[in-house]
């Protein structure tokens, strides 16, 4: 779902985005208004996991399904991303009081 998010934020905005996915996130930024208006901090951090956590996680695939011996390393590298994906998402809104 990230990836129609990226896309929607780099030609526009999801606010003044048409659509079922658009809805989906427009329903989302109820709970965090920078999910509406492209933050660029969150777009940035999408933008990451559209690229960087999607390959992760296909490689990952392969490697459980084919018994590779670097299936741990790509787990615990998958996690650390999400975790970072995280705290790059919210830490901020902590820091600032949380005004969105």
């Known amino acids: ?8 934020s780099l030609v526009g905005t999801v ?3 048409e659509g ?15 999910w509406l208006v492209s933050d660029p901090t969150i777009v940035s ?3 990451l ?4 956590d999607s390959l ?12 590779k011996y670097y299936r741990h ?3 615990v590298a998958l996690s650390v991303c999400e975790l970072y994906g995280g705290w790059m998402t919210f830490c ?9």
Do not use: C
């Open 1 to 8: 779902l990230e990836g129609p998010f990226v896309y929607m």
């Open 15 to 17: 606010e003044t985005s």
């Open 20 to 34: 079922p996915l658009a809805e989906l996130w427009k329903e989302y930024s109820k709970a965090d208004s920078r």
């Open 45 to 47: 951090v999408e933008i």
């Open 49 to 52: 996991t559209v690229v960087l």
């Open 56 to 67: 992760l996680a296909l490689l990952l695939i392969h490697a459980i399904l084919n018994k």
């Open 73 to 75: 390393f790509l787990q």
């Open 92 to 100: 901020p809104e902590w820091l600032t009081g949380s005004p969105h």
